[in-house]
């Protein structure tokens, strides 16, 4: 159950490009981050709701929040996005100089939020395509203005997400068995899950214990491997493509970790 490498920082405006293939993970955003699709389509999910978007969508991914996607090209083309990241640094100072602060409840609920084009942020998003290769050295200055300029559209746009963009409080103590039971398959350290139910790693372990009668670790292979038994079993998915969507790293030590608590190998359900 380990979790995949940290990534390097990403650059505060980024184009991402995939060719003819699809591609599918999971990732822990660390930061608001506004996206913007460009041609293909992505697919979320953050473990309670499903969202598609589309070519010319826009929207704002919040904090501390996980998510699986599925990246897919339109046909004969490429997966392209632009994502420009709101990092905590940058929004502090911005609240700092402008004097903005996050109400006592955000504008939303919602992980990720959908925006309506409009003339402004068209206007901003067509201003950012020669930064499309500036990534150099030297350019730093130029791509952290653009984020400013974002934040600022952000505001005279949507005025609600102030309460989104400035609330810089950590994840506070929530129900422990909600959150597990609607996030068990993502795939990522237990240090991960205590962060985001507001709990040190050992609060984490000693309150999971208390409610699921296992160990993390445990409980957490358990509900993946039922999960999987009922994917193969009444939905009549593969193997093959249950095993990384219910939290599994390998194929080979997901069928054997089924095999021996089923008694029964996945492909031979």
């Known amino acids: ?18 060719f ?8 822990f955003v660390p930061e608001h981050i506004l996206s913007y699709q460009l041609a293909g389509t992505l697919t979320t999910n953050d473990g309670t709701r499903k969202q598609v978007f589309r070519e010319g969508d826009l929207w704002l991914s919040k904090r501390n929040h996980l998510v699986r996607f599925s990246k897919q090209p339109p046909a004969h083309g490429e997966f392209k996005s632009l994502s420009i990241t709101l990092d905590q640094e940058t929004l502090r100072r911005f609240s700092l100089e402008y004097g903005y602060h996050a109400g006592k409840h955000s504008a939303s609920s919602e992980t990720i939020i959908e925006l309506e084009m409009n003339p402004l942020y068209r206007s901003y998003l067509d201003s950012l395509q020669p930064y499309e290769q500036l990534a150099q050295p030297g350019s730093e200055g130029l791509l952290t203005l653009k984020v400013r300029e974002a934040i600022m559209l952000l505001l005279k746009s949507n005025p609600e997400l102030q309460h989104v963009l400035f609330d810089f409080s950590e994840p506070g103590k929530m129900d422990l068995e909600a959150f597990m039971s609607r996030n068990f398959h993502f795939n990522v350290q237990l240090r991960r899950f205590a962060y985001l139910t507001g709990r040190s790693l050992a609060t984490f372990k000693r309150d999971f214990e ?16 039922q999960e999987a038994h009922y994917l193969i079993k009444e939905k009549g998915q593969a193997p093959s493509e249950v095993y990384l969507e219910v939290g599994f ?20 359900l």
């Open 249 to 268: 790293e390998d194929l080979s030590h997901f069928s054997f970790a089924f095999k021996k608590m089923y008694g029964v190998a996945p492909s031979k």
């Open 210 to 225: 208390k409610i699921f009668r296992l160990s993390p670790s445990r409980w957490l292979q358990q509900r993946r491997l």
């Open 1 to 18: 159950m380990s979790e995949q490498a940290e990534t390097p920082p990403r650059p505060p405006i980024l184009y991402s490009c995939y």
């Open 20 to 27: 003819s293939r699809s591609r599918e993970g999971e990732q």
